[in-house]
């Protein structure tokens, strides 16, 4: 079993809607989890931390299931810029990646 | 502000060639990791250094060695490329805690002909 899975996509949406996608992790020790962003094959980077109560980071929410072990991201008012592959991140002494679920915002 | 610097970004190799894929970082990081991405796959963790002289494997380190004599350095080498290696490779440090953010190189793509 992967450490982390994640529902692949695409999830073409339109301008405007709202989006949300899910991933599971297999250890349940894990200590931090993250969402990160990738463009094109380009460098993933941050797009936010997951905390045990949930966070928002403006159009963007997060929440985390410690006892189901899934973590979810939800996109509001999707923008064209919000077109990109998302990467589930897990930590437990190291960083454990899922293979990423596209979005796609179509105007 | 230079960040993870990571060269070169495209390379082509022959079967049986060796070669050196560099990493810089300038933040002090302790922490520094080399990272494959394949189509359908997540980032596969190759080799990782939590500090300079200290390297361990990761999950797929077969065919590849690495060394961290300094801090801000941790060059990957592949020691006879395969067909099987070609790849995206992507270069990232962080401080040593759980909370940290992880910062990447710009990736390399590989092709091993």
């Known amino acids: 079993r992967k450490e982390v899975e994640q529902d692949p996509g695409p999830f073409n949406v339109p301008e405007g809607a709202t989006v949300a996608f899910n991933c599971t992790y297999s250890?349940?020790?894990?200590?931090?989890f993250f969402w990160y962003r990738q463009d094109c094959r380009k460098e993933p980077k941050l797009l936010m931390s997951?905390?045990?109560s949930g966070n928002e980071d403006g159009r963007f929410t997060a929440q985390l299931n410690r006892a189901s072990q899934y973590i979810s991201l939800l996109i509001r008012d999707s923008k064209l810029s919000d077109s990109a592959t998302y990467l589930c991140?897990?930590?437990?002494?190291?960083?454990?990646f899922g293979a990423g679920t596209t979005v796609t915002v179509r105007a | 502000n230079a960040g993870v610097t990571q060269t070169p970004k495209f390379q082509v190799l022959k079967t049986g060639q060796s070669m050196t894929l560099q990493c810089a970082q300038d933040m002090n990081h302790e922490y520094m990791s080399w990272y494959r991405q394949d189509p359908g796959m997540g980032l596969r963790l190759i080799h990782y250094?939590?500090?300079?002289?200290?390297?361990d494997q990761g999950e797929v380190p077969n065919g590849y060695n690495v060394s961290r004599s300094t801090t801000e350095d941790f060059p990957l080498r592949l020691l006879s490329a395969a067909p099987s290696q070609t790849s995206v490779y992507f270069c990232?440090?962080?401080?040593?805690?759980?909370?940290?953010?992880?910062?990447f190189g710009q990736g390399t793509r590989l092709t091993v002909v």
């Open positions: 991140v897990v930590y437990y002494y190291k960083l454990s």
């Open positions: 250890n349940s020790a894990s200590q931090s």
């Open positions: 250094s939590v500090g300079a002289g200290i390297t």
């Open positions: 990232a440090s962080s401080y040593q805690d759980r909370n940290t953010e992880a910062f």
């Open positions: 997951v905390y045990s």
